[in-house]
């Protein structure tokens, strides 16, 4: 039993119904989704690709992303989705750990070559159609025979080193993610479409397995990015639609839907569900956005070492404003999801009582396998058959949990995770810079932005647009630093180890540094 069977069930049940959209243009049934996948499945194993090796997918979202993903798991490979705005250094190094063999990429986010594969193929290539047309004189083969406990998706994500880690989510972990979805966020009907309004390499592509369980439609938007205009008006032609969308995206459109003066019952019409989670939500900003959307809001928490399962606050609890305790019920992250034990634990994994601030700790069936080739950090992650999240947080007498701070010094702009480390790393190989720490502000838009604060050799022409340039030659565009500040030295403490807090309370207080 594998996640290609789940395709394979629904082009035998119902071959006709309608699967996939790209913008409003029918893209495939169900049954043209198998035809293709299995096609492309059949054309890999004949390559000599066998179960188990991995295939990167480095594109913008598309809607063969679904077909590739199917097919890869039809011929029992791993696959590799990749965040699409990483640089080529970090994409590459990524093939090179998972010693991927095939990649399949779009022109606009990926060069020609990409070093380190033995075949590159642009989704949009006379290639690519040619791996997809469906068979028609050879037999349908069946989907390669796997273990629930064998790996699907190796997710990269970054690690505190300046590394990222694979995590790798079996069939059995991504399965239970699935039908914990009708659960705890949203039972789905035949009669339902996703679209995908964020990145398939991540959480929004996930929830293609539920969406896919039930039967439902998928929607890519045409533009393969973020617009809130074209989200509402592919709401209206195709919808009620649902989605995920980090803060960053919820707050796009509740904008959109205010600019516009749409009212909550056109939102309705657009959108059954927005699913937001991946960062914090400020309770002001969700209940603007319950005002003007409606009551269309369930909030997740969880991390890539437990898929989207982690938490929830439903629907009904983000509507039950006569509840006395509703106010810090908004500011949680909600209870654990249904497959989930979780815990607050002190440095010892010790429980600790009700209201008391600890790590978060993880238990079920949605939790990793490990990180690839990495015995020591998966022990480190996982103790006891509990995930150690980084997170940290307390719980209410009710099961609420509320997140305080992230452990790590972790920054989440927009929805994505940038580690200051990698950032800082870059930043100290340009010329003329001496120490450079960076660190997250609070910002309305992104919800946080990095800033970094450097040192440099007395005498050395280093400003902003040079340290920009720096880092748009080494590191993907949004990891950048949005602002730089030269100071004359850094904080330290007595084992010289720069204070981060302080300078985010230098940042958080007036300035007297200046901004390069
Ligand atoms: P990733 O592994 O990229 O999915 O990032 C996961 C991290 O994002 C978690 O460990 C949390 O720190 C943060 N996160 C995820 N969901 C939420 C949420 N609903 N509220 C606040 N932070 C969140």
Redesign the pocket.
């Known amino acids: 039993m594998s996640l290609a069977h789940l395709l394979l069930r629904h082009a035998q049940l119902t071959p006709e119904r309608i699967a996939i959209f790209n913008g409003v243009e029918l893209h495939a049934t169900y049954g043209q989704w198998a035809a293709r996948s299995a096609a492309l499945a059949q054309r890999l194993q004949a390559a000599g690709l066998v179960p188990g090796d991995r295939l990167v997918l480095f594109m913008r979202n598309h809607p063969r992303y679904l077909e590739i993903l199917w097919a890869a798991w039809w011929a029992g490979l791993v696959v590799v989705p990749v965040n699409a705005k990483l640089h080529v250094h970090e994409v590459e190094w990524i093939i090179g750990n998972a010693q991927a063999r095939w990649a399949f990429v779009t022109a606009d986010v990926a060069p020609e070559t990409l070093g380190g594969l033995e075949r590159q193929i642009d989704v949009e290539s006379p290639d690519a159609d040619a791996l997809l047309e469906p068979l028609t004189h050879t037999a349908v083969p069946a989907p390669a025979e796997r273990q629930p406990e064998d790996i699907a998706w190796l997710f990269y ?1 970054s690690g505190t080193t300046g590394r990222p880690k694979g995590v790798m989510l079996t069939h059995r972990n991504l399965m239970t993610m699935g039908l914990t979805y009708f659960v705890d966020v949203d039972p789905v009907s035949p009669v339902d479409a996703i679209v995908y309004g964020a990145p398939m390499s ?2 929004a592509g996930i929830y293609a397995i539920p969406h896919l369980m039930a039967g439902a439609r998928h929607v890519v938007p045409a533009s393969g990015g973020v617009d809130p205009a074209e989200l509402f008006a592919l709401g209206r032609a195709l919808g009620p639609l649902s989605t995920f969308a980090a803060p960053t995206i919820v707050k796009r459109l509740v904008d959109h839907a205010e600019e516009v003066g749409l009212s909550p019952q056109d939102a309705a019409q657009s959108f059954k569900t927005i699913v937001y ?5 400020y309770a002001a900003d969700i209940a603007r956005a319950l005002r003007v959307m409606g009551p269309r809001f369930v ?7 437990t898929p989207m399962v982690g938490t929830a606050l439903s629907r009904e609890q983000l509507s039950d404003t006569g509840h006395p305790r509703y106010q810090e019920r908004m500011a949680s ?1 909600g209870v654990a999801q249904t497959p989930v034990q979780l815990r607050v634990s002190d440095e010892h994994g010790v429980d600790l009582p009700v209201g008391e601030i600890g790590e978060v700790l993880i238990k079920g069936d949605s939790v990793m396998a490990g990180y690839w080739r990495n015995p020591d950090a998966t022990a480190a992650a996982i103790r006891d058959g509990w995930l150690f ?3 940290v947080g307390c719980l209410d007498a009710d099961g609420y949990l509320t ?1 305080k701070d ?1 452990s790590k010094d ?1 920054i ?1 702009s927009g929805g994505s ?1 940038i580690y200051p480390r990698e950032v800082e790393e870059v930043l100290l190989t340009a010329p003329g810079v001496v120490e450079a720490a960076v660190v997250g502000a609070s910002d309305s838009e992104w919800g946080e932005v990095v800033v970094a604060f450097v040192v440099a050799q007395p005498g050395a022409s280093v400003n902003a647009h040079s340290l920009d340039q720096h880092c748009l030659e080494h590191i993907a565009r949004f990891k950048r630093p949005k602002r730089y500040v030269l100071v004359d030295s850094l904080p330290k403490n007595n084992y010289g180890k720069v204070l981060k807090t302080e300078l985010r309370r230098r940042l958080s207080g007036p300035q007297n540094e200046s901004t390069a």
Do not use: F, K, S
Request: charged share 10%; proline share 4%.
């Open positions: 994500t991540h959480g989670g991946g960062a914090p939500m909030q997740i928490y969880g991390q890539g070492e992250v999240t980084g997170d997140l992230r972790l989440i995770n």
